[in-house]
């Protein structure tokens, strides 16, 4: 059975940073794409970022772009997103999934794609105060 846990959310201040968490287990790990979505009250569904199996390809949205870093430890079937900068605006449940084996290229398009992401976590919140 596949599970995947989000950590490390919570309250930060405006320009303050997080570091959200995303473990994996039921799965081989590094067979995946993996990414980060988000949903804010009365949003859609938002892709931020996506990473490739290796680690060797990351892709952003233009609204997170040179303040979010994604990155993966395959050892420890952990997936990460360093949040810097922080805006009120990044308020948001913050989701991380896995990208379909089956999904061979990898790009900013695959964040406006969640249907092409086969294993989702429960979320977690994010809330940026002013």
């Known amino acids: 059975q596949v599970q995947v846990v989000e950590s490390g959310g919570g309250l930060v201040q405006a320009g303050g940073s997080l570091r959200l968490s995303c473990t994996a287990s039921g799965l081989t790990f590094d067979d995946y794409a993996m990414g980060w979505f988000r949903q804010a009250p009365g949003k859609e569904r938002e892709g931020v970022s996506c990473i490739s199996w290796s680690g060797g390809s990351t892709y952003y949205a233009d609204s997170v772009k040179g303040r979010f870093t994604i990155s993966r430890d395959n050892a420890k079937n952990t997936l990460y997103l360093q949040m810097n900068s922080l805006k009120p605006e990044d308020t948001a449940m913050y989701y991380c999934?896995?990208?379909?084996?089956?999904?061979?290229?990898?790009?900013?398009?695959?964040?406006?794609?969640?249907?092409?992401?086969?294993?989702w976590g429960q979320g977690i919140l994010v809330t940026v105060s002013s």
């Open positions: 999934a896995a990208v379909s084996p089956a999904i061979q290229a990898l790009g900013v398009m695959t964040l406006r794609e969640p249907n092409q992401f086969e294993y």
